[in-house]
């Protein structure tokens, strides 16, 4: 009796419609569509991607121990104690995408909890907490109108990753939610916001960031930064409520240089943001670039050692 319940169950498995589908795997990039309700995405995003998140974990439980002196268990369970009920209670539809990838991923045989996918995701803001600091691995510029060809945006962004966490940041993700804007970024395995990072999305809005570092003030967890990040790409319309969105709530983790575009009213956006102090400029000719260096005098007066 227990064997044919546990064949039915396999079948059920193997009947369930995934929604989603790996568009292309080249030159070391696996390119996948997910798309429908979080939960239903998510699933799709653990089972395409299972092989990947599986590589995720041995990572995972190297770096924490290499960066952070913790095994992955105890560092698992911090994020879990910080971060858990904010997901939960607070976003709610995040919290439903990474049921599904651990679900997902689960169903092809790899075993992945929810508490270690929220360490994941909140990793690049955990230095702060562990480390006291944001680590320098990227340059960007956004430029417009008189500083283009054509007068149009143009976006380009150097990542200058650690041979750990660069071979994770191959996947190129289209997501198409039942809610809000499709949208397409360059990500990990297990994600549910960039990170890397970069997106273009329907909305019009385009965008990537460059850290700031030496940061001199201690994390206040409010509302991690990769869910007010993913609220704002999959549901902001404009360069402002880009800024609202992220703003909301700020945590304060992973303080960043963010540089958006709107391609359809042709202007880019530099918002940079720390804990206690942001500083947020527009133009529709000109250019904005980072390089780990927050731009804002005030800012890197009160709240770096820059």
């Known amino acids: 009796m227990t064997y044919k319940k546990n064949k039915n169950k396999n ?40 092989k990947q998140l599986k590589r995720s974990h041995k990572i995972m439980k190297f770096l924490v121990k290499e960066d952070f002196k913790v095994s992955l268990k105890e560092y698992n369970a911090t994020c879990k104690r910080l971060l858990y009920n904010i997901i939960k209670n607070n976003y709610f539809e995040i919290y439903n995408e990474l049921r599904g990838i651990s679900d997902g991923c689960k169903s092809k045989g790899v075993d992945l909890s929810i508490d270690f996918l929220i360490g994941s995701n909140a990793f690049l803001s ?60 360059q990500t990990s395995p297990g994600f549910v916001a960039s990170s890397s990072d970069w997106f273009i999305s329907s909305s019009g809005i385009i965008g990537c960031e460059t850290t700031i ?72 000719n000109g250019v904005f670039y980072g390089m780990n260096s927050v731009m804002d005098k005030k800012m890197r007066v009160l709240e770096t050692n820059d």
């Open 11 to 50: 079948k059920t498995l193997k009947k369930r419609k995934i929604h989603g589908e790996i568009l292309e795997e080249k030159e070391g990039w696996v390119s996948i569509h997910i798309y429908g309700d979080a939960y239903n995405r998510g699933y799709a995003h653990g089972y395409l991607l299972y």
């Open 126 to 185: 955990m230095y702060q907490y562990y480390q006291g600091k944001t680590g320098e691995r990227c340059s960007a510029f956004i430029a417009v109108g008189d500083a283009t060809q054509d007068g149009k945006i143009v976006m380009a962004h150097n990542t200058h990753s650690d041979f750990a966490t660069a071979q994770l940041l191959n996947i190129s993700m289209k997501v198409t939610p039942n809610n809000g804007f499709e949208f397409t970024m």
């Open 213 to 284: 570092s030496s940061t001199n003030y201690k994390l206040n967890f409010g509302s991690p930064y990769f869910c007010r990040l993913r609220t704002a790409i999959q549901y902001s319309k404009s360069l402002d409520e880009y800024a609202r969105v992220l703003l909301k709530n700020n945590a304060g983790d992973y303080p960043c240089s963010w540089q958006f575009g709107d391609i359809y009213n042709n202007e880019i956006m530099l918002l940079e943001i720390g804990l206690k102090t942001h500083s947020k400029k527009k133009l529709k």
